[in-house]
């Protein structure tokens, strides 16, 4: 009897495995019936009915609200997806909070990338983008910061931006001074006579490292005869800063900048010094075009332009700094990689896309497919000394990883007066032969 009992439960778990496998299967096939019906895929590749999320990091400032406001518009194109955009950048620093996302794993799936150094630095993280759709129509120096050794492709250029000293016109007149400075002599010459007429020449930012530790800094490097070979020099030993003709002369543009400039330079930071340069409290600005809505925002009639920030007196001091300032890059471990490569691509070759480039973000486009238009004064100047071919390049992203806040601080105690300018250029040798 036992034995016949014990054959009866037996038969009982089996059927009744039988039977759970069976509900299992039809419910996975149920399951996977219903969400195909009616689903198929949105044009950006995620399923209409699906919400999907990205994340998305970046640093410039100047377009946070009218970034959020054309990802509105994305998103009222794509209403399966949704974009939360976190803007860290001005005063802090980009670099580091990025580095503490991924290092707590909060990873986000776009962010921004100078390339160069920083390219082979992240390039673990980064999707291959060489084989996106707009890439046939990104500028030959688009491309140059995020290409690697084998030729691929990992960022789309944010836009092309130039810097140096933007100039009030209005001021510079009423100064009596007709003609723009493009030599160090002349600039001095320009300062001098604003002085003399009530008015404070320069809005210096110094509180700020990458204004001094990288935009500025850059004018010695750039304007070597060779500047890549120059930092290669300094990478294996054959060229050193100490002793070189240009950053004996990089003194001087400090000296000047400061000495003609507002008060507490150390502490003003870059609001501060956008805003005294906008409200017409000084009349020259070392900054680049990102500045342009900012400046526009608080003085809409503001009739300005730019100058070089020259070393000397050589001709070939008058030229501007113009490059790539940074891309936009893709987290290759992206749940969502598809769609993060789709919205990158709408930016740039939808005309929403396009027309936020360029007349909101005041942008002149790194793509040939868009026109530049709806440039401001800024936009337009840059581009008077691109077509002139007037232009040196942006090379702290050639520098070694942390280098230019190093540097920066060293400025800074040069011009607060604790030391001296050799001392300067003794650290910055060292620092450069400490991180190399």
């Not at 195909?36 to 895929?41: A, I």
């Not at 891309?327 to 919205?343: H, P, Q, Y």
């Not at 942008?363 to 000394?385: H, R, T």
């Amino acid at each position: 009897m036992k034995r016949v009992l014990f054959i009866f439960i037996t038969m009982l778990f089996a059927v009744a495995i039988i039977a759970g496998c069976s509900s299992s299967n039809s419910s996975s096939n149920d399951d996977s019936t219903n969400s195909n019906e009616g689903s198929g895929e949105s044009e950006n590749g995620a399923d209409n009915d699906e919400k999907v999320t990205l994340d998305f990091f970046q640093f410039k400032v100047e377009i946070a609200d009218q970034l959020e406001a054309m990802i509105k518009e994305y998103e009222n194109e794509n209403p399966n997806v949704k974009i939360n955009l976190e803007t860290v950048g001005g005063g802090a620093d980009y670099g580091a909070a990025l580095k503490a996302k991924f290092a707590s794993g909060e990873e986000p799936d776009i962010f921004n990338n100078g390339g160069f150094k920083e390219l082979e630095l992240w390039k673990e993280h980064l999707a291959d983008l060489s084989n996106e759709p707009w890439t046939e129509n990104v500028l030959p120096i688009g491309k140059v910061p995020m290409t690697d050794t084998d030729g691929k492709l990992y960022g789309m250029p944010v836009n092309l931006e130039g810097y140096g000293f933007i100039y009030n016109k209005d001021l510079f007149e009423q100064a009596g001074i007709t003609q723009p400075p493009t030599t160090l002599t002349e600039l001095k010459e320009a300062a001098q006579k604003l002085e003399d007429n009530g008015i404070t020449a320069f809005s210096a930012g110094y509180g700020e490292w990458w204004i001094i530790g990288q935009h500025l800094l850059n004018i010695p490097f750039a304007q070597q005869d060779d500047p890549v070979a120059f930092i290669e020099g300094l990478y294996d030993g054959s060229e050193t800063i100490v002793g070189n003709e240009k950053f004996e002369q990089f003194q001087a543009v400090i000296d000047t900048e400061v000495g003609f400039g507002n008060d507490n330079p150390i502490t003003t930071d870059y609001n501060t010094q956008v805003t005294l340069f906008a409200s017409g409290e000084t009349a020259m600005l070392q900054q680049g075009n990102w500045t342009e809505n900012m400046i526009y925002e608080i003085n809409p009639d503001m009739n300005m332009a730019f100058l070089p920030i020259p070393l000397n007196d050589d001709a070939e001091a008058d030229r501007l700094p113009v490059g790539v300032p940074n891309n936009w890059v893709l987290n290759k471990d992206s749940e969502n990689l598809d769609e993060a490569k789709a919205f990158l691509n709408w930016m740039v070759s939808s005309e929403t896309g396009q027309r936020y480039i360029t007349e909101e973000f005041a942008f002149i486009p790194a793509f040939d497919n868009i026109e530049p238009v709806g440039l401001g004064a800024l936009g337009q100047s840059i581009l008077e000394y691109s077509k002139a071919e007037k232009t040196i390049p942006w090379t702290w992203f050639r520098w070694p990883d942390g280098a230019n806040q190093e540097f920066s601080a060293k400025i800074q105690e040069y011009a607060s007066g604790r030391i001296e300018y050799s001392d300067v250029v003794q650290s910055m040798q060292s620092i450069w032969d400490d991180m190399k």
